[in-house]
């Protein structure tokens, strides 16, 4: 790719952040954070863990960004009955109509674009895996043979959070394959209300296409390329290895709170998330605010409790919030 390309798919990717909120507007009210950091995860190429309660337009939400960039979309309802092949797919025995019969490979619904891995806890580790495999590898195995999937593939699960009867968990190693947990809340009554009304008419509204998976594999390139000065990089080093406990310098609360700090992935997301963030602000390199912004999404699923914390009511949030006060940007 010649530097006159790559100054082209920079420019794109800045006049569309408009564009993509005003396609997006059309069908979603608010939650403008949770846009902004699904899109950075998918300008970087990353998957996304969405927790939030029911109701909240998780699915409408994904689905209508696979339509912005005009990729294919398949929704997998996990349940505790669901198997590896129902993901992954099967080979079947069929007939060739000469009389002969071979087995051939029957694709599941993980060969898609985007796909919505539906309250992702609700199945079992062994069908977890089989998802979890195809977002590392990008292919999938059946009988022996691996199968590549398309590009660009990225995964967005969701998890209900106030449902944990009958749910199987991610472990640790696993939530931290996703590259951003994101969090849903509710809506202020404002934008409540203008949902209610929109969802109660006759209108409907389409959202029209504005990039193709080409387009979005360029936007990989282009991301990667975003230059950071070294404070920056450092800074989110610092914030990433801040919240692991008993090192020398590490702060009390986090010895107190925290049993199980981020790994060097978080230090990644941050960096490589922040030059994601940046191009689409229409920066031409990544500052502190932009590390600063992902810090609750890249952390939140990478730092593990106490059971003291729990019990005085302390949360990731809280602990994340107390690091961005205390831990230094130079």
């Not at 969701?158 to 969090?183: H, K, S, W």
């Not at 790994?263 to 998330?273: F, K």
Request: aromatic fraction near 6%; charge should be negative; glycine fraction near 6%.
């Amino acid at each position: 790719m010649t530097v006159e390309q790559e100054a082209e798919i920079v420019q794109q990717i800045r006049e569309g952040r408009d564009k993509i909120a005003a396609e997006l507007a059309k069908v979603i009210i608010g939650q403008h954070d949770v846009i902004e950091q699904l899109l950075v995860s998918l300008f970087a190429g990353g998957h996304c863990l969405i927790t939030g309660a029911p109701g909240l337009a998780k699915t409408l939400l994904v689905s209508s960004v696979a339509k912005v960039f005009h990729l294919n979309f398949n929704r997998i309802q996990f349940t505790p009955d669901l198997m590896p092949v129902d993901i992954v797919g099967t080979e079947i025995l069929e007939d060739q109509g000469d009389g002969h019969r071979r087995m051939t490979f029957v694709k599941g619904p993980i060969f898609a674009n985007v796909i919505l891995a539906d309250e992702i806890n609700r199945t079992p580790p062994k069908t977890q895996a089989a998802l979890l495999e195809a977002m590392q590898e990008h292919q999938v195995t059946a009988a022996g043979v691996r199968h590549e999937l398309s590009e660009p593939f990225f995964v967005l699960a969701t998890q209900n959070p106030i449902e944990m009867e009958g749910t199987y968990p991610l472990p640790e190693a696993q939530l931290d394959r996703f590259m951003f947990n994101v969090l849903i809340d509710y809506l202020p009554p404002e934008d409540e209300l203008a949902v209610v009304l929109r969802t109660t008419s006759s209108e409907k509204q389409s959202i029209e296409p504005l990039f193709t998976g080409e387009d979005i594999l360029n936007f990989h390139h282009a991301v990667r390329n975003v230059p950071i000065a070294p404070e920056v990089a450092q800074y989110a080093v610092r914030l990433a290895s801040s919240t692991r406990p008993g090192r020398e310098g590490t702060a009390d609360f986090i010895n107190e709170w925290v049993s199980w700090g981020a790994g060097t992935r978080a230090a990644q997301t941050l960096v490589l998330g922040g030059k994601a963030r940046a191009l689409l602000r229409g920066n031409t390199h990544v500052q502190i605010d932009d590390i600063a912004a992902l810090a609750h999404p890249t952390l939140r699923h990478r730092v593990l409790l106490t059971y003291k914390a729990e019990a005085e009511g302390v949360t990731i949030e809280d602990v994340v919030d107390r690091l961005l006060a205390e831990v230094p940007t130079n």
